[in-house]
């Protein structure tokens, strides 16, 4: 899940493939009712789940503009974040409920309307074909590409349901259209559940996906000057915002030398992790670990902090 989207370009991108999406969805709720189709209507649960993603992206782009304030001191990174795991939730409950429904009609074959399948998931094919084409040509921002991942993703789906549609044409058979539900049914599952357990990490200060704590450690420490490091956090304020505290132990130095580790320290940290956000304590004596991190009273005058 990336929420992450600035500028008109990106926007006007996203309230196109919005309008788009949610007309597709009608057309797929009403088609899906006329020809008895449940792979239509899962294919409208699969493109609600892509709705909502865009939708969340818009919403995050007006409120990432918003500026930090007195009582959210961060902003309002952690919005998008909350609702995308509500959005979430609410697509794993789609997804038993389609398994539910296929499973019944696995047992109590309906005759399914192949030819409206058809021509339905074609104008879908033809539809995520656009608003793939919109995305790709604002893909530098890395929101868009992942918008443009799932619309390559539907139209991947939706040609499975043409293909299906012909098979039952062909046979028959009309279990087809209830497989397929299944396998539709299996792609939102996995799609929820993985943004219900990135949005959990980010909401429970996990460790960003795709971050090793030891590697972190391992870069301060390789940096000349540092002496030690302790009391590590990192974490997401948002799906895109990295931060990072810790102490750091120096030589007794002047700050203005000790001013040369730091910019070292949040360099490496940007480079090779994208991590912006730092709040990085200096100190030159030995620190004793009691109610997080505390530095012995006696020595409190001996005490540099730098903060970030």
Same mark, same amino acid.
């Given at each position: 899940?990336?929420?992450?989207?600035?500028?008109?370009?990106?926007?006007?991108?996203?309230?196109?493939? /919005?309008?788009?999406?949610?007309?597709?969805?009608? /057309?797929?709720?009403?088609?899906?009712?006329?020809?008895?189709? /449940?792979?239509?209507?899962?294919?409208?649960?699969?493109?609600? !789940?892509?709705?909502?993603?865009?939708? /969340?992206?818009?919403?995050?782009?007006?409120?990432?503009?918003?500026?930090?304030?007195?009582?959210?001191?961060?902003?309002?990174?952690?919005?998008?974040?909350?609702?995308?795991?509500?959005?979430?939730?609410?697509?794993?409950?789609?997804?038993?409920?389609?398994?539910?429904?296929?499973?019944?009609?696995?047992?109590?074959?309906?005759?399914?309307?192949?030819?409206?399948?058809?021509?339905?998931?074609?104008? &879908?094919?033809?539809?995520?074909?656009?608003?793939?084409?919109?995305?790709?040509?604002?893909?530098?921002?890395?929101? =868009?590409? !992942?918008?443009?991942?799932?619309?390559?993703?539907?139209?991947?789906?939706?040609?499975?349901?043409?293909? &299906?549609?012909?098979?039952?044409?062909?046979?028959?058979?009309?279990?087809?259209?209830?497989?397929?539900?299944?396998?539709?049914?299996?792609?939102?599952?996995?799609?929820?559940?993985?943004?219900?357990?990135?949005?959990?990490?980010?909401?429970?200060?996990?460790?960003?996906?795709?971050?090793?704590?030891?590697?972190?450690?391992?870069? =301060?420490?390789?940096?000349?000057?540092?002496?030690?490091?302790?009391?590590?956090?990192?974490?997401?304020?948002?799906?895109?915002?990295?931060?990072?505290?810790?102490?750091?132990?120096?030589?007794?130095?002047?700050?203005?030398?000790?001013?040369?580790?730091?910019?070292?320290?949040?360099?490496?940290?940007?480079?090779?992790?994208?991590?912006?956000?730092?709040?990085?304590?200096?100190?030159?004596?030995?620190?004793?670990?009691?109610?997080?991190?505390?530095?012995?009273?006696?020595?409190?005058?001996?005490?540099?902090?730098? !903060?970030?």
């Amino acid at each position: 899940m990336h929420v992450h989207a600035q500028g008109g370009g990106p926007k006007r991108v996203l309230k196109i493939s /919005l309008a788009v999406t949610a007309a597709y969805i009608v /057309l797929l709720v009403v088609a899906g009712l006329r020809a008895h189709s /449940l792979a239509l209507l899962s294919e409208a649960g699969h493109n609600l !789940s892509d709705f909502l993603a865009l939708l /969340l992206s818009l919403v995050a782009v007006y409120l990432q503009s918003r500026p930090a304030s007195a009582t959210k001191t961060y902003g309002y990174h952690r919005a998008g974040v909350l609702a995308a795991f509500v959005n979430a939730v609410t697509l794993v409950a789609v997804s038993f409920f389609i398994f539910y429904e296929a499973f019944w009609r696995l047992q109590h074959p309906q005759h399914v309307q192949a030819s409206v399948m058809m021509w339905v998931a074609a104008a &879908g094919v033809l539809m995520n074909g656009v608003i793939a084409l919109l995305l790709y040509r604002s893909s530098g921002d890395v929101n =868009i590409r !992942s918008a443009l991942v799932h619309e390559v993703g539907d139209t991947l789906s939706t040609a499975a349901v043409i293909a &299906g549609g012909w098979a039952i044409l062909i046979t028959g058979n009309s279990w087809i259209d209830s497989a397929l539900s299944l396998g539709i049914g299996l792609l939102i599952l996995w799609s929820g559940f993985g943004i219900v357990r990135e949005t959990l990490n980010i909401l429970l200060e996990g460790t960003p996906r795709g971050v090793k704590l030891e590697l972190v450690e391992i870069a =301060i420490r390789s940096i000349d000057g540092v002496n030690d490091v302790h009391d590590l956090h990192c974490w997401s304020i948002g799906s895109e915002t990295r931060a990072l505290s810790c102490h750091i132990a120096i030589a007794d130095i002047p700050p203005s030398v000790s001013e040369r580790i730091l910019r070292d320290v949040k360099d490496r940290l940007h480079h090779s992790f994208r991590i912006d956000h730092t709040t990085i304590q200096f100190e030159h004596v030995e620190c004793e670990v009691a109610h997080g991190c505390v530095i012995p009273v006696g020595e409190s005058a001996e005490h540099q902090h730098h !903060s970030h």
